[in-house]
């Protein structure tokens, strides 16, 4: 028997944010079998498995209930918390080793947990063809900005579409079925739509993401995807500083803040909060 450790993550309220599962496999005695029962077993979006790291601080696994994930930043925060919840001296820095990236997590003066993101990547043009991608997402074509839409990169593929408004991204309600065969021809793992009017007034952009190759739901708040979407900005030129607020997770009454940091490394963070324990049987 083990125990579950569970967060929200981008948010003070353990009401709201994007829950997280976080399960101590520092004897290694789980293998990636049972790791991905337990997951589906919990059926939170995410899961996190660490253990010992080779040259960082921990290992760490992620699992959707249905697959092993290259990286869940959400998870990566609720992991960071747990461990410096647990440690005696409080870590000003951990560093963690997924697959084959290697990320640092850094605490703020109001604790907030912030990741620094991979090397971001972004293509050159636009490969989506729009017609498709409005079907997939049953909405008209002028619900697009005229803006380009991409597929940007900071440790996973996004396609970053632009939205022309607040009212128009809230009414969006896709065809999963349709929306993952927009995301397998342009390599991208997930949809990310965004538009600059916002519900709370401190923030800079409000956005939704969809990943119809691993969920047939809405993910409630996307860290790695608000980091594409930073490289997005400041790629195109249409970044006009560096701190923004990208408010997510209304749609699924599980509103949260990711406070995204565009510098010589894209970092994302944000709140952290544990709301239950749960046994678990393996």
Request: glycine share 4%; with cysteine.
């Amino acid at each position: 028997m083990t125990e579950a450790i569970l967060y929200k993550s981008f948010s003070k309220n353990p009401e709201a944010g994007n829950p997280a599962a976080v399960i101590d496999n520092s004897q290694n005695i789980l293998n990636n079998s049972q790791m991905q029962a337990i997951a589906s077993e919990i059926n939170l979006p995410a899961t996190a498995f660490f253990s010992e790291g080779e040259d960082s601080d921990c290992s760490v696994k992620f699992f959707s209930p249905t697959a092993e994930s290259k990286i869940c930043t959400h998870a990566l925060l609720a992991t960071a918390c747990f461990l410096r919840t647990r440690a005696e001296e409080n870590f000003e820095e951990l560093s963690f080793t997924a697959k084959e990236d290697r990320y640092v997590t850094t605490k703020n003066s109001e604790g907030m947990v912030f990741i620094d993101l991979p090397k971001p990547w972004i293509e050159k043009r636009e490969s989506v063809d729009r017609e498709s991608l409005a079907q997939a997402l049953k909405v008209p074509l002028d619900f697009f900005q005229t803006k380009p839409i991409l597929v940007a990169s900071t440790g996973k593929n996004k396609l970053i579409v632009p939205i022309k408004s607040l009212e128009s991204l809230l009414l969006i309600d896709p065809d999963f079925r349709e929306l993952k065969k927009v995301c397998e021809s342009v390599s991208a793992e997930g949809v990310f739509l965004y538009a600059s009017e916002t519900i709370a007034s401190e923030a800079d952009f409000h956005a939704r993401h969809f990943n119809p190759l691993t969920m047939d739901r809405e993910d409630p708040i996307c860290g790695v995807a608000s980091g594409a979407l930073g490289h997005y900005l400041k790629h195109l030129g249409y970044w006009k500083k560096n701190e923004y607020i990208i408010e997510q997770g209304h749609s699924t009454n599980s509103p949260g803040k990711v406070y995204l940091e565009l510098g010589d490394i894209i970092r994302i963070g944000g709140n952290v909060v544990q709301y239950a324990k749960k046994a678990i049987e393996y």
